[in-house]
Structures are given as C-alpha cells and as structure tokens.
C-alpha cells in the first residue's frame, strides 16, 4: 500500500472514530436530561458557562463547580476538580457559549486536528505511527487539553529559529504553567534570547488580560489550592494509578508525602541537569535536544496523568526524524506502547508502575545519545 493511500485510510478511520465518538456523547447528553459524560471537557465546559455568567471564582468552590458540571455526576459524588489558573479559564470560556456536544465537537476536532498537523510537520515520512498510538485515542476520548498542548510543544521546538512564533507558541503552554519550568531552563541554556523575549511577552500579556477579566482573587486561589492537587495523591485513590509522576509512583507503594516529593525533586533536578547539559552543548541535535526536552516535561509534574504522555509521543516525532537504531526503537515502541494499559478495562499492571521508570530511562538513553553522537 502506497503511503498516500495508507495516509487516506488512517484519515478516514480518524474521522470515523471521531463522529462516532461524538455521537455516543451526544446521544448521552440528550437521553440523560442534557448531563454530559464525566469528560475533562466537561470541567472546561463548564468553567467557561460560569466566567460567561460573571462566576468564575466558582470554580474553586467545590460543591457549587460540582453542581455547575452537567456531567450526571455518579452517586458518590465525584466530580472534576479545578487546577487551572485564570490564563486557561479565559481560554476555554468561548466554548461555554455552546451548547455542550457542539462545543465538544469542536474541542475534539481543534484538538486532533492541530496535534495531526504537528505531527505530519515534524516527521512527514512516519507520522501515521504517531497518530494513531493509544495515548491519543486516550486522549481524544477524555476531551482533555493535552493534544493541544502537546501539538504547541512541538511547533515551538520546530521553530526556535523563528523567535517570535517559537516565543509565542511557549506563552501559549503557559496556560499550564507545570509545563513551563524546564522549558524555561533549556532555553536559558541553549541562550535562546529572541524566543525568551517573545515568550515572556506573550506569557505576561496573556496574564494581564486574564487579569483584567477575572480579577487578583483568581490568582490568589490558584497558588491557594496548588497543594490540594498534589494531596488528592494518595495510595488508595484510584487517580494515583493514572499517573506518571514518580511523586505518584512512590505514593502508590506507600511513602509517606515528603518523601515521596524529595524524591519526585531528586531525581527532576537531575532530569533538569541534562536538559541544560546538552541545551547548552554546542553540535547537539537539534531533534535529540528536542525530544529530550519533551521526556522532561513528562516527567516534570508531581501531578501528571497517563494524557501526557502526549509529550513523550511528540519526543519519538522528533527520534524518528533523527534516526533510530535498535535501542532507539526499543525505547520508541515502549513510549508507544506504554499508555495502552490506560485503554484496558482494569489493567493488572497500572500504569504508574512503570511510566516514571520508562520516561526516565528514555531520557537518559537521548542524553547519553545526543552527547556521544
């Protein structure tokens, strides 16, 4: 099969899948008295309601966000919490003038839509392997924001020539500002002054305009509730097996949370100091620099979920494009692979088990390439 017709054929596939997908939601939300599916669209959609009606500190009350999400809320009482700071508020409150399966289908398609074309930009010869790993169907299904997230990550890390898209494209990612420290050390390592400026440009007047909409109040609840998430990391909660974070990993074998977090920040300032090694070393590739770059922001937050191994995703674009030798694909197909547990009903071996070592050692085995190459 040529690669234009293969290229068809995952096309078509995508776009089935996607309607149908739409559709099931769809049906839901109109059989069951207009509740949405528990989704993390849902979270967004319905933050974007309260900030359209003047309520967007009503995020950080829990009882009245959870009877602000028409998501038919199980009988336990579950809900999707807010983590989000004012930036990201303001950036999914359009989607809250739409009734909830157009504004999903919208989401989902934005979402897939960027995320193939970053995909099919950075590695035109073998992007159909990307775009149809577990991690984006995963993804896709939640309406979680990290195909987008993670399609701006690749744009900004193929165009640190141009400052002023690259820049700008980093500001974007500040909408999660846990993306953004060891982003910020590479480009300082790397001096990349021209995207720095840009990016804190486009990072400060994102802030000031969120600002001016929502108000002073929104950023002090904000940095207020930032330890909520990580508490909500517990060994018997069942969200601490979809996570990644070896912060995650140790909490789900039992330590206690302090050393579980010294040793999440051990092993990410050495994460942190090979991001800077070989940003900073002159001959390095700029791909294997870039998916190195990638493994870091998998690995950065205590709080990262299954969804973002989007990012270690958007690292084998970058390998790929590079070349791969037999490590390479070994490690490649593992990334790949790796999420799919996520995609299974009661997975024996959770993916917390494994993530945080798998990333780690990805990480090292570029760096190690990237400075013997």
Not at 78 to 104: D, E, I, N
Not at 130 to 145: H, I, R
Not at 188 to 216: E, K, M, Q
């Amino acid at each position: 099969m040529s690669r234009e017709r293969l290229f068809s054929v995952i096309l078509t596939l995508w776009m089935v899948l996607l309607l149908g997908w739409w559709a099931v939601v769809t049906i839901h939300y109109y059989q069951n008295d207009q509740q949405g599916m528990l989704l993390d669209f849902s979270a967004f959609w319905s933050a974007g309601q309260l900030a359209l009606a003047g309520e967007p500190l009503t995020v950080w009350d829990k009882a009245a966000f959870q009877a602000a999400q028409n998501t038919g809320q199980p009988a336990d009482g579950s809900y999707l919490p807010w983590f989000y700071p004012p930036t990201f508020h303001m950036a999914v409150t359009p989607f809250g003038a739409l009734p909830f399966p157009l504004a999903f289908g919208l989401w989902s398609l934005l979402g897939v839509g960027c995320f193939w074309w970053m995909m099919r930009s950075v590695n035109p010869t073998g992007f159909e392997v990307t775009v149809v790993a577990p991690v984006v169907f995963l993804s896709m299904a939640l309406g979680n924001n990290a195909l987008l997230f993670g399609a701006t990550l690749a744009f900004a890390l193929s165009n640190l020539s141009r400052g002023a898209p690259a820049g700008l494209a980093i500001s974007a990612l500040s909408l999660k500002p846990g993306l953004g420290p060891v982003i910020a050390l590479a480009l300082l390592a790397g001096r990349r002054w021209s995207v720095i400026l840009w990016a804190s440009i486009g990072t400060i007047s994102l802030a000031a305009i969120a600002t001016g909409l929502f108000g002073i109040a929104y950023w002090e609840a904000f940095f207020a509730n930032l330890s909520l998430a990580v508490e909500r990391i517990t060994p018997t909660n069942e969200e601490t097996r979809r996570m990644i974070s070896w912060y995650a990993l140790a909490r789900f074998n039992g330590w206690g949370e302090d050393m579980a977090m010294n040793l999440h920040l051990g092993l990410l300032a050495v994460v942190a100091a090979g991001t800077a090694l070989i940003w900073a070393r002159v001959g390095i590739s700029p791909d294997l620099r870039a998916a190195a770059l990638c493994l870091a922001v998998a690995l950065t937050s205590p709080h990262a979920f299954h969804y973002e191994m989007i990012y270690a995703l958007v690292a084998i674009a970058f390998l790929i494009r590079c070349g791969l030798g037999p490590v390479g694909y070994g490690v490649c197909g593992l990334l790949w692979l790796g999420p799919i547990v996520q995609v299974m009903e009661e997975p024996a071996l959770p993916i917390v088990s494994f993530a945080p070592p798998l990333l780690t050692a990805s990480f090292a085995y570029v760096v190690i390439r990237a400075l013997r190459d």
